[in-house]
């Protein structure tokens, strides 16, 4: 993961308990990967939820 993201950039993880915080973080910068800067040029949603991904951490090795 780079070390700095574009301003607007956000991924979030699951709502869980605190023993789960570091699997939700995991998420979170899954979903971050998958944003885009919503521009012509790099077009997609700058805000992902791991919750609305479905399968896709799955197929990552990662699940939700």
């Known amino acids: 993961m780079p070390a700095r993201w574009p301003p607007g950039q956000v991924g979030f993880g ?7 915080l570091p699997a939700s973080s995991r ?8 944003t885009a800067a ?3 040029d ?7 939820r791991a919750d609305d991904l479905g ?3 799955l197929w990552s090795g990662r699940p939700c």
């Open 42 to 48: 790099d077009p997609g949603p700058s805000v992902v």
């Open 27 to 34: 998420d979170a910068q899954l979903a971050l990967s998958l």
């Open 55 to 57: 399968a896709l951490p």
């Open 14 to 20: 699951s709502a869980v308990t605190v023993g789960e």
């Open 38 to 40: 919503g521009t012509p």
